[in-house]
């Protein structure tokens, strides 16, 4: 027989940024694996080196970055880490972006502006990407703005669980801050129980960022503990309008589940002077101390994300955790 057969495995490797270098530690300590050596740092003029201490050749490499504030840094090093995997003879590399960057440019809503998501997917892309992995996006159809496969993860079950467990007994609502929103409120009413559903109708300012106004509710929230849903909180300005209109609609009280904590300021503030019984969020974005308050609850993704990148490693079924649903 011709040519050569070799009896080499797979191997999985999981390498890291520095953007939240304790949910790398937990997926790592979750896949039983050690996060891959890297030596990063900045040039003086801001310029981003990274080498890695192992060799990487014929490997599986999961590439896991967050992207807080600064995002565009934390986009560069991912982006860099990936060029560097390429460079260095991966098998295959999938990008791990649990918040991913510039999710909320997804569409054009007046004429020369851009559509800044589809250029992340270009850049990932070009840098050399095999896979992506995300959670909970902005708008599904960012999957489609990718020439490869891309994994779209739900926090639902996670969050939805811890709120079974300790809201489960009261008389509960699932809103939806928004009627763009309503699809996965269902999924949340139903994996509940099939409660109650609302939702807040409320008009955006296009020409200025972080600006709404909840106008009514929709639905019968009254005496009830209402789930206010939504993909991330970044000032909380929207959030904790829709917060005040349900209360003002006869809400008993108000629990805010949210997938990705930005909580750029002054979100902190807002949310500790407002009447929310609780903000329960995932650490897809690490919260530095200063942010931290009492009302909140950080949940770790890293069960999630370890699932599914075994389910990649193995070639297995990824929508297959979420019940075919996503």
Not at 9 to 31: C, I
Not at 116 to 123: H, T
Request: hydrophobic content about 40%.
């Amino acid at each position: 027989m011709s040519g050569i057969v070799t009896t080499g495995e797979k191997r999985l490797v999981l390498a890291s940024g520095r953007a939240h270098p304790v949910l790398a530690q937990e997926v790592a300590a979750e896949l039983g694996v050690e996060v891959l050596p890297m030596d990063a740092w900045d040039f003086a003029n801001g310029e981003i080196y990274v080498r890695y201490g192992e060799s990487v050749r014929g490997t599986d490499v999961f590439v896991l970055q967050s992207h807080p504030a600064p995002i565009n840094t934390w986009v560069m090093e991912h982006l860099i880490m990936i060029d560097a995997l390429k460079r260095a003879s991966a098998k295959r590399i999938t990008a791990i972006s649990p918040s991913f960057p510039y999710a909320r440019q997804d569409k054009k809503h007046r004429g020369r502006e851009p559509i800044s998501a589809r250029l992340m997917a270009d850049l990932y892309e070009t840098a050399g990407v095999d896979r992506m992995i995300s959670v909970d996006l902005h708008a599904p159809q960012v999957q489609g703005y990718f020439n490869q496969p891309l994994d779209h993860l739900m926090a639902l079950p996670i969050l939805a669980d811890y709120v079974q467990r300790k809201y489960g007994e009261e008389d509960i609502a699932v809103v939806s801050p928004d009627a763009g929103r309503i699809r996965v409120a269902e999924q949340w009413a139903k994996k509940l129980g099939g409660v109650n559903l609302a939702f807040i109708h409320k008009t955006r300012d296009t020409t200025r960022p972080n600006q709404a106004v909840a106008k009514r509710v929709i639905g019968d929230v009254e005496g009830k503990t209402c789930i206010l849903v939504d993909d991330m909180i970044d000032t909380a300005g929207t959030i904790v309008q829709a917060s005040d209109a349900l209360t003002a609609n006869g809400a008993d009280s108000v629990v805010i589940a949210t997938t990705h904590p930005i909580l750029s300021d002054p979100a902190t503030e807002r949310l500790k002077a407002s009447s929310v019984r609780e903000v329960v969020c995932t650490n897809t974005l690490p919260v530095p101390p200063e942010k931290q308050f009492d009302r909140l609850t950080q949940l770790s993704i890293a069960p999630l994300l370890a699932r599914a990148i075994r389910a990649v490693f193995d070639d297995g079924s990824v929508t297959s955790l979420f019940d075919g649903e996503v």
